[in-house]
């Protein structure tokens, strides 16, 4: 699943509400928001939530906040009445902290609710789910870093999701966006501190396909359309690739197409199953030209020198020598290049073109 994070203020509320209306009709189903930042105003809380909730109703998405036992009261809620939360729109909250054992259970019984994924123990879960944790109900969720060089590493993300996915749970992590940067320090809101500055569908398809994550939020107010474009892709189990060198017939041919890539994957190349046939097709003859040295990226079709291998599209994942038997037919954009280590063993992928 994929979604967006928007902030309690009241001046942006228009903003949100345009962005989530854009969102939703990009396919994208969840919402984020947060009752404790620092920069708004607490007592504007209960009739923006109260807003925002209608507004995920209307647009058929999920709405989870971060939520604390503080918060509650500055929603003129306390324990006995927080499920009214559940009645203005919410799937659910994160809790955070300040929440006791008893609580999260009951609090999993009633609606969704987030737990911390970076310093949630197995012992604490085992004990949780003893209790009485419904599990189903239960979402990992990772934080995201305003700050500079605070975010977290991948090795460790990994390590902590798969221990969630043993254990049934789902998990969560943050992208940044690339156009309007939250403040106030304006320098996105990733998970990972490899994905600051880095394209959100990049950063969604490492997260979703290298770092076992389920869900995954833009934790920016916005991204371009160009990205949500490319982040519906990823709704659709399909990795975007932009490439160069579209106008090329044989490119040509596959554009707008989803491929596969082998379920017995090469070290050095992405296959595609559904090229193989390309050669068979009427009196095509994949003679051979633009032989050249083929650099990471370099997408490739086997010409006719390669007898009943002509016609195999690739795409070089490491830097390849030339080869006389091989065309050269297009080139993956450098920003989208990290992508590739992404195309794993049965991986859809698809190109788009750009001249």
């Given at each position: 699943?994929?979604?967006?994070?928007?902030y309690?203020?009241?001046?942006?509320?228009?903003?949100?509400?345009?962005?989530?209306?854009?969102?939703?009709?990009?396919?994208?189903?969840?919402?984020?928001?947060?009752?404790?930042?620092?920069?708004?105003?607490?007592?504007?809380?209960?009739?923006?939530?109260?807003?925002?909730?209608?507004?995920?109703?209307?647009?058929?998405?999920?709405?989870?906040?971060?939520?604390?036992?503080?918060?509650?009261?500055?929603?003129?809620?306390?324990?006995?009445t927080?499920?009214?939360?559940?009645?203005?729109?919410l799937?659910?909250?994160?809790?955070?902290?300040?929440?006791?054992?008893?609580?999260?259970?009951?609090?999993?019984?009633?609606?969704?609710?987030?737990?911390?994924?970076?310093?949630?123990?197995?012992?604490?879960?085992?004990?949780?789910?003893?209790?009485?944790?419904?599990?189903?109900?239960?979402?990992?969720?990772?934080?995201?870093?305003?700050?500079?060089?605070t975010?977290?590493?991948?090795?460790?993300?990994?390590?902590?999701?798969?221990?969630?996915?043993?254990?049934?749970?789902?998990?969560?992590?943050?992208?940044?966006?690339?156009?309007?940067?939250?403040?106030?320090?304006?320098?996105?809101l990733?998970?990972?501190?490899?994905?600051?500055?880095?394209?959100?569908?990049?950063?969604?398809?490492?997260?979703?396909?290298?770092?076992?994550?389920?869900?995954?939020?833009?934790?920016?107010?916005?991204?371009?359309?160009?990205?949500?474009?490319?982040?519906?892709?990823?709704?659709?189990?399909?990795?975007?690739?932009?490439?160069?060198?579209?106008?090329?017939?044989?490119?040509?041919?596959?554009?707008?197409?989803?491929?596969?890539?082998?379920?017995?994957?090469?070290?050095?190349?992405?296959?595609?199953?559904?090229?193989?046939?390309?050669?068979?097709?009427?009196?095509?003859?994949?003679?051979?030209?633009?032989?050249?040295?083929?650099?990471?990226?370099?997408?490739?079709m086997?010409?006719?020198?390669?007898?009943?291998?002509?016609?195999?599209?690739?795409?070089?994942?490491?830097?390849?020598?030339?080869?006389?038997?091989?065309?050269?037919?297009?080139?993956?954009?450098?920003?989208?290049?990290?992508l590739?280590?992404?195309?794993?063993?049965?991986?859809?992928?698809?190109?788009?073109?750009?001249?």
């Amino acid at each position: 699943m994929l979604g967006i994070s928007v902030y309690l203020n009241k001046d942006r509320m228009e903003q949100n509400a345009a962005w989530i209306e854009k969102a939703a009709g990009y396919g994208l189903k969840s919402i984020f928001t947060s009752l404790h930042i620092p920069e708004d105003n607490p007592a504007d809380y209960k009739e923006l939530l109260q807003e925002l909730g209608t507004l995920a109703k209307q647009h058929h998405m999920e709405l989870m906040a971060d939520v604390s036992p503080r918060s509650l009261s500055f929603l003129g809620l306390d324990w006995d009445t927080y499920e009214k939360l559940v009645e203005w729109g919410l799937a659910g909250i994160r809790a955070d902290y300040g929440f006791t054992t008893e609580q999260i259970v009951e609090l999993s019984q009633k609606m969704k609710i987030g737990i911390n994924a970076s310093t949630v123990t197995k012992e604490e879960l085992l004990s949780w789910i003893e209790a009485g944790l419904k599990a189903e109900n239960v979402e990992a969720w990772h934080n995201f870093y305003p700050r500079p060089e605070t975010g977290l590493n991948k090795s460790f993300l990994i390590e902590r999701n798969l221990m969630f996915l043993e254990m049934g749970i789902t998990t969560m992590a943050f992208v940044p966006g690339d156009k309007d940067l939250r403040g106030p320090i304006f320098a996105g809101l990733p998970t990972l501190e490899e994905h600051r500055g880095q394209l959100p569908h990049v950063a969604a398809a490492e997260l979703k396909y290298s770092c076992f994550t389920d869900k995954i939020l833009i934790g920016d107010h916005s991204v371009s359309d160009e990205q949500l474009e490319l982040l519906t892709f990823l709704t659709e189990e399909t990795i975007p690739l932009r490439v160069e060198g579209g106008s090329l017939p044989q490119l040509k041919e596959f554009l707008g197409k989803p491929l596969t890539n082998r379920m017995d994957p090469a070290r050095d190349v992405v296959r595609a199953v559904e090229s193989r046939s390309y050669a068979l097709k009427g009196d095509k003859q994949l003679t051979p030209e633009n032989q050249l040295e083929r650099i990471r990226g370099t997408v490739t079709m086997d010409n006719q020198l390669y007898g009943r291998y002509a016609g195999e599209l690739q795409i070089a994942v490491n830097n390849l020598p030339r080869d006389e038997k091989v065309n050269c037919i297009g080139k993956v954009i450098q920003s989208d290049l990290p992508l590739l280590a992404n195309i794993k063993a049965g991986q859809k992928f698809q190109f788009i073109v750009r001249d």
